[in-house]
């Protein structure tokens, strides 16, 4: 059973930084997209950032120029950088993967970013 584990969650102040770690394990076959979705209270979850196996990337519009994704070489863990943090960055942020375009995805448990003074 595939597993991912996120790390890196917290608070941090309106226009801080914070780094979103995710490694997948028990991972047979090779990852064809990693990325990060996130929802917050009241809303459904949305696309983050996502990065697929031949390095192209996408962005929410919302963390375009603000946050930058990022693979392993091991092509089994993916990086969030997160700047400029807003209030409305705050929720739940998940890893995800999956091993062919439109197949199963896989979640990690989430991990919690809140932005706040």
């Known amino acids: 059973q595939v597993q991912l584990v996120e790390s890196g969650g917290g608070l941090v102040q309106p226009g801080g930084s914070l780094r979103l770690s995710c490694v997948a394990f028990?991972?047979?076959?090779?990852?064809?997209?990693m990325g990060w979705y996130r929802q917050a209270p009241g809303k459904q979850r949305e696309l983050v950032a996502a990065?697929?196996?031949?390095?192209?990337?996408t962005y929410a519009d919302s963390t375009k120029g603000r946050f930058a994704i990022s693979r392993g070489n091991a092509k089994n863990t993916v990086d969030l950088q997160m700047n400029s943090l807003k209030p409305e960055d705050t929720a739940i942020y998940y890893c995800?993967?999956?091993?062919?375009?439109?197949?199963?995805?896989?979640w990690g448990q989430g991990t919690q970013v809140t932005v706040s003074s």
């Open positions: 990065i697929r196996r031949d390095g192209s990337t």
């Open positions: 028990k991972t047979i076959l090779s990852i064809n997209t």
């Open positions: 995800m993967l999956d091993f062919r375009a439109g197949g199963q995805r896989y």
